[in-house]
């Protein structure tokens, strides 16, 4: 035994001193452990394991615990030391020397007992030092080169009276101290029913099949933000499915889409550069609400961190990653289309490159194997001095003073009113692409109105209408003509009457879909460009000829032909508005 009880006093204090997650841990079971500790029965009669040093006289039954093996060499008449040293069992069990009792002589061997294992992994902190016989053989030493006590463990909740408390034990009974600072107690995973995993059950779950299937990054993401760590969670591959499409190939559509027009656009060459460095243009709003919120994500995620709530961090991660692909890679997306190389189009490059960089770094404790693959990309290969690995480089550093908060109260009222817009339109079977006259939005409070004027051009193309009115009361919204959406205070409504005007625009932004379609069925390249051939009466015609510009422009169409698609090009027949229409394209 090792009288721990002598010692409680000292672990209570201890552990006032550890800071747990989640708390409860620390007054609850870990807590009441030690008011109700019993000395420690560490032997164990096992073969495998750690050899008790303590050997017994074959004579006067006299016992003699040995520090080390210099002690053991220096004992008189010792002998059994074999090369190359092996300390188990059977090898020390031969190891003998003489009684030193006075008039005995007797045969000293070691008693058969090995040690509890947890005594062995509670000395961890210490023993992979060789503590006290090597270089940094000093508590002191340790200590100087940030090396005890630890800043952080992590085990599962049954640890409290396994290794969390062999640790605490041992440091306290050495050094009257604890041996780590912070510890994150995990609940158990279950299986999908909420039942224990057995394999007399069947119901475990092999982690290299999940891995194989999705990949580790999935996996860890699940477990880190799943639930708080010190949550019991069910285990359910659906969810770790989900996780892969809803967040990683979100981002990696994002990345995807970076990567294929800065090719396109040799934007390489311009890394580094100043987009206003000729004061020509002002970067749009939006780089500036991502530049915001990014560097609010760097703090949220810093400070979610340095307090050990992973799965807080996670979730920050996750919402930036939606509005980075939901809202600004899909408001911007013309930028990046555009022929023209200007300050606009490396305004944008610039940022979300910026962006997807210090996302990576964000990333790199929780998903290592995606970070550096987009870190060699997106980094290494520009710049051959750059750090080897994502994991050598420093943790993202928010800077306060690119956070704008009023931008970003902004962008957020915008995004709930296109939500409630786009809601409205579902209602009322209108799709996205046919312009309408107006909407009527009706904000919580009155300051907010101030902000729609802020941010009217972006409503109005997110929805696609072509006036905005803010009104004062939900009555207000209540006409024959609209269909409404609410959410609180909040509520959008949009008029459901379409011109003949509106309804012309209306087809040539379907018309401009249905090419697009063509042209990724074809197997075209995004960036060629392509002869648009066409069919249909005299409203398709007119459609044609008055929106032929815009046409050309958002297909990257060098002209729109009347007539009978030539021999081998890749055409389709559509049914638009009760109108019969043939599209086909050819490369240019």
């Not at 006032?16 to 560490?42: S, T």
């Not at 880190?224 to 979100?250: H, S």
């Not at 000829?545 to 297909?555: L, N």
Request: charge should be negative; proline fraction near 4%.
């Amino acid at each position: 035994y090792i009288r721990t009880t002598a010692v409680k006093d000292k672990l209570i204090a201890g552990n006032e001193e550890i800071n747990w997650y989640p708390a409860h841990i620390k007054y609850g079971r870990f807590g009441d452990w030690l008011q109700n500790n019993v000395d420690w029965a560490f032997s164990r009669e096992r073969y495998w394991g750690t050899p008790l040093p303590v050997w017994q006289c074959g004579s006067c039954d006299r016992y003699e615990c040995i520090g080390s093996v210099n002690e053991l060499a220096e004992k008189p008449g010792f002998s059994g030391l074999g090369e190359p040293l092996d300390l188990h069992r059977p090898f020390v069990d031969e190891m003998t020397f003489i009684c030193t009792k006075p008039e005995c002589g007797g045969s000293m061997r070691r008693v058969s007992e090995v040690i509890d294992c947890w005594f062995d992994s509670g000395n961890m902190p210490i023993a992979q030092n060789h503590y006290p016989f090597g270089d940094e053989g000093s508590l002191d030493a340790l200590i100087q080169q940030g090396k005890f006590p630890a800043d952080y463990i992590c085990e599962a909740v049954d640890q409290t009276r396994g290794w969390f408390y062999s640790l605490h034990a041992i440091s306290t009974l050495l050094f009257g101290r604890p041996s780590f600072k912070n510890v994150i107690c995990l609940g158990h995973i279950l299986d999908v029913r909420g039942d224990k995993m057995s394999k007399a059950k069947g119901n475990v779950v092999e982690p290299w099949a999940v891995i194989n299937k999705y990949g580790a990054d999935p996996l860890r993401w699940y477990c880190l933000t799943g639930a708080p760590p010190g949550n019991v969670r069910r285990f359910d591959e659906k969810v770790v499915a989900e996780i892969t499409r809803q967040f990683f190939l979100t981002l990696w559509n994002v990345y995807s889409f970076f990567v294929t027009y800065a090719n396109i656009d040799h934007f390489t060459d311009f890394i580094g550069a100043d987009p206003t460095a000729e004061g020509a243009v002002k970067p749009a709003e939006l780089d500036d609400w991502l530049t915001s919120e990014l560097n609010q994500l760097i703090l949220n995620v810093d400070t979610a961190l340095a307090g050990y709530h992973p799965a807080e961090a996670g979730r920050k991660i996750e919402s930036f990653v939606d509005e980075l692909s939901n809202w600004y890679v899909r408001r911007s997306r013309r930028r990046f289309w555009k022929s023209e190389n200007d300050a606009d189009k490396l305004s944008a490059y610039t940022t979300l490159y910026q962006c997807l960089v210090t996302l990576a770094k964000l990333l790199a404790p929780f998903a290592p194997f995606l970070a550096e693959e987009l870190y060699q990309n997106l980094v290494c290969s520009v710049f051959p001095e750059a750090p080897e690995s994502i994991h050598l480089t420093d943790f993202p550093v928010g800077d306060k003073s690119k956070i704008d908060q009023r931008l970003s109260e902004d962008i957020r009222l915008a995004m709930r009113v296109c939500r409630l817009g786009r809601a409205a339109r579902s209602q009322a079977g209108i799709k996205v692409r046919q312009p309408l006259a107006e909407a009527l939005v009706k904000v919580s409070v009155s300051r907010e109105k101030e902000s729609l004027k802020r941010v009217l051009p972006l409503i109005l193309d997110e929805l696609n209408v072509k006036g905005l009115t803010a009104v004062d009361s939900l009555a207000e919204l209540d006409k024959s003509d609209c269909v409404s959406s609410s959410e609180g205070d909040y509520a959008v409504a949009v008029s459901t009457e379409i011109s003949t005007e509106l309804q012309a625009e209306g087809m040539a932004r379907e018309i401009v879909h249905r090419l697009q379609t063509i042209r990724r069925t074809a197997g075209f390249d995004i960036a060629d460009h392509i002869i648009t051939y066409y069919q249909g009466d005299a409203n398709i015609k007119s459609v044609l000829t008055q929106f032929a510009d815009y046409i050309k422009r958002e297909t990257l169409s060098r002209e729109l032909v009347e007539g009978v698609p030539e021999q081998g090009v890749s055409t389709e027949r559509y049914k638009l508005e009760g109108y019969e229409i043939v599209l086909g394209v050819k490369k240019h």
